[in-house]
Every structure is written in structure tokens, then in C-alpha cells.
């Protein structure tokens, strides 16, 4: 039976086990011809992979399987695209020779980077069950959202998948979010609708929660304030309240 929890569609296998897929894509981000933002192939790739993978962290499924579907030729974009999507999968420790799977284009010459990227994950509902924000939860913004060519530009500022898989294993987070196109605003309000709760976002925060956070270069977190210190020890990234859950 097949489900959708917010960005992830779920596959249910029996009673046990299941299936989670997320996908991303990106366009006239590159080194060709008519890429908008002039970056090495290698970025393309790594960030691509990182939504993905961070989606399926953030649900707490084990990414099993990679899938990319390259609209470049192999020699020499998807080389470098293919470059940044293993050393994505090398932060999470995942075995890039048996997960990785996919096509590229070798027909028709092309003059702009484009790429999607699906990434199945599984999880073992004996030890999971679905995130939620409880009631007076602070809405925690973890890393800067950053867009284009900030991204490339980042001194340390954002969210990588060494440190989401990090806050994932804390017992005191109820839930978390990578931040996309929408916004911090936008995900803490999906977490707060999960839960059957509202969200309040708080004046003067020190982040912008209604700008893209682009490739998932930060995330918004459930927990309860008294753990606010721990956290911010176990990460080396910008941490900001922004709001609550009511």
C-alpha cells in the first residue's frame, strides 16, 4: 500500500518492513555551455544527493538503493556529477559500489546540466515509528539556508549529512526537517500539521525562516528547550530557536 508523508512516498511490505523513496532534481547548475550558476560538475552532484538522502534520514529509513538519471553524457559531467553523489554516500557510510544505480545521455549532445536523482530506503517498523512534534516543543533552526551560489560559497554555515545523522540518533529530538525551497516557516508548519499542532514562529529570530534553504543546507528540529545546550555542543553549526509548536 502506497502513502505520502510529506515529501517521501511510503510503500508498506506486510506488516514488518518499509519502503521509502525520495527524489530531487537540478537543472542549469554546472560547467556547460548554458548552466545558469558556472560550478564544477562534482557540486551538482553532491548537493543533489544530499536532499535526497537527507529526506530519508530525517524519516529514519536506511537508504538501501541510489538511482540517477543524468541529461549529460558520462565523459566527463557525469563523471564529476558521479564524483559528488559518492562522497555524499562516503559521509553517511554507505557502500557506493552496490547502491548506486542509473542511465545518462550518450545520444544527443547537450549544453546545460541536468540530473534527478530517486534514493529507497527501508525501514523495520519494530524499532520506528512516524516522527512528530509533541506540544511545547521549541521549532529549532539548525545551520543557515543558503541558495545558488551562497551554497558554493559556504564557510561551514550549513547542514551536512554527518551531523543530521547525528541529531537524528538523539533520544530528545521528536522530529526533524531538511529545510527546502520553502523555507524554514514552511517545514516547521508541515511538522506542526503532522502532529495535529500549529506553529508559532517567533519576532526578531536571528535567521530568515521564509528563504530558501535550497539543497537542504539546514533543518528544523522538535525538541524540548531543556536539552537547547546539548545540542548546541554536539554541533558546530549556527543553532537558532524560531518558534514553538502549540
Same mark, same amino acid.
Do not use: H
Given at each position: =500500500? ?16 518499509? @519502503? ?14 548554458? +548552466?545558469?550558476?558556472? #560550478?564544477?560538475?562534482?557540486? %551538482? ?12 534520514? *530525517?524519516?529514519?529509513?536506511? /537508504? ?7 541529461? #549529460?553524457? &558520462? ?6 556529477? &558521479?564524483?559528488?553523489?559518492? +562522497? ?10 552496490? #547502491?548506486? %544505480? ?36 521549541? *521549532? ?18 550549513? &547542514?551536512?549529512? $554527518?551531523? @543530521?545523522?547525528?541529531?537524528?540518533? @538523539?533520544?530528545? !529530538?521528536?522530529?526533524?526537517?531538511? #529545510?527546502?525551497?520553502?523555507?524554514? *516557516?514552511?517545514?516547521?508548519?508541515? &511538522? ?11 519576532? $526578531? ?17 522538535? =525538541?524540548?528547550?531543556?536539552? @537547547? $545546550?546539548?545540542?548546541?555542543? =554536539?554541533?558546530?553549526? /549556527? ?6 509548536? !502549540?
Amino acid at each position: =500500500m502506497f502513502e505520502k508523508f510529506r515529501d517521501i512516498t511510503i510503500l508498506r511490505l506486510g506488516d514488518k518492513n518499509i @519502503l521509502t523513496v525520495a527524489c530531487d532534481s537540478c537543472g542549469g547548475i554546472g560547467n556547460k555551455e548554458n +548552466d545558469v550558476i558556472k #560550478v564544477d560538475p562534482y557540486v %551538482t552532484g553532491y548537493y543533489t544527493a544530499v536532499v535526497s538522502l537527507s529526506e530519508t534520514i *530525517a524519516l529514519g529509513a536506511e /537508504p538501501i538503493t541510489v538511482v540517477n538519471t543524468f541529461a #549529460v553524457e &558520462m565523459n566527463d559531467t557525469g563523471r564529476r556529477i &558521479m564524483d559528488g553523489i559518492n +562522497d555524499a554516500l562516503d559521509k553517511i557510510g554507505l557502500d557506493k559500489e552496490s #547502491v548506486v %544505480t542509473g542511465s545518462t545521455e550518450e545520444n544527443i549532445p547537450v549544453t546545460v546540466t541536468g540530473i534527478g536523482l530517486t534514493v529507497i530506503g527501508k525501514v523495520n517498523t519494530d524499532t520506528w515509528s512516524f516522527p512528530k512534534a509533541e506540544e511545547g516543543n521549541i *521549532a529549532v533552526a539548525v545551520g543557515i539556508p543558503k541558495v545558488g551560489n551562497e551554497v558554493v560559497g559556504d564557510k561551514g554555515e550549513i &547542514m551536512t549529512l $554527518d551531523i @543530521l545523522k547525528k541529531i537524528k540518533s @538523539l533520544d530528545f !529530538i521528536k522530529d526533524v526537517l531538511p #529545510v527546502g525551497s520553502k523555507g524554514i *516557516a514552511y517545514e516547521a508548519s508541515e &511538522m506542526a500539521r503532522t502532529g495535529n499542532l500549529e506553529f508559532k514562529v517567533y519576532e $526578531d529570530v536571528c535567521v530568515d525562516v521564509n528563504k530558501s534553504g535550497g539543497p537542504a543546507t539546514c533543518a528544523v528540529l522538535a =525538541m524540548d528547550i531543556g536539552y @537547547l $545546550d546539548e545540542l548546541k555542543q =554536539m554541533v558546530d553549526i /549556527p543553532v537558532n530557536i524560531v518558534g514553538e509548536f !502549540i
